[in-house]
T-cell receptor, first 112, second 113 residues
């Protein structure tokens, strides 16, 4: 298996623009997680899905952030409008029935 | 609520020396504990996990960790450091299994010749 695939690897955008991050989990995994990593706050769980249903979005910082999982093989994290403080590395991870998390390589987001 | 505290954001050891990375946890329920490693420009990879079976857990790449309930600790060790061990290490706690983990702030391990 190719592992968890995230795109793009790097995104540079201007404040106020919409940003969409994409994730393809490992086939057969039933849980998907979005994490954000910054120097100041470390690794934070934003939202996680189980069987394509959002289970806990308490980590989503504000209404500018939204996440969807229309099917078992695809998820998006959208930021609209983006702000400089959103600059971070965003990781997607997937797992199967409470086993270990498999992380993608992340998307480095820079909002200017 | 569950949390982990990693003592020391940076640890430096000589090649061949003992590696000790500290993690203390707080949990109101029996915890599941994990160590993950992150190499530069990569996502995190699972090193080992404790799920209430044996208190001494062996992981990949020669790492192991011991669960000590009395000390609420789950320190990561390796008898002999290798240059390839240089990475950032994260301790994490979960209420059960691998879902909804809470990660520590990470410890950057540097291995010197």
């Amino acid at each position: 298996d190719a592992g968890v695939i995230q795109s793009p690897r790097h995104e540079v955008t201007e404040m106020g623009q919409e940003v969409t991050l994409r994730c393809k989990p490992i086939s057969g995994h039933n849980s998907l997680f979005w994490y954000r990593q910054t120097m100041m706050r470390g690794l934070e769980l934003l939202i996680y899905f189980n069987n394509n249903v959002p289970i806990d979005d308490s980590g989503m910082p504000e209404d500018r952030f939204s996440a969807k999982m229309p099917n078992a093989s695809f998820s998006t994290l959208k930021i609209q409008p983006s702000e400089p403080r959103d600059s971070a590395v965003y990781f997607c991870a997937s797992s199967y029935t409470n086993e270990k998390l498999f992380f993608g390589s992340g998307t480095q987001l820079s909002v200017l | 609520a569950q949390s982990v505290t990693q003592l020391g954001s940076h640890v430096s050891v000589s090649e061949g020396a003992l590696v000790l990375l500290r993690c203390n946890y707080s949990s109101s329920v029996p915890p599941y504990l994990f160590w993950y490693v992150q190499y530069p420009n990569q996502g995190l990879q699972l090193l080992l996990k404790y799920t209430s079976a044996a208190t001494l857990v062996k992981g990949i790449n020669g790492f192991e960790a011991e669960f000590k309930k009395s000390e609420t600790s789950f320190h990561l060790t390796k008898p002999s450091a290798h240059m390839s061990d240089a990475a950032e290490y994260f301790c994490a706690v979960g209420p059960g299994g691998g879902n909804k983990l809470t990660f520590g702030t990470g410890t950057q391990l540097k291995v010197e010749l």
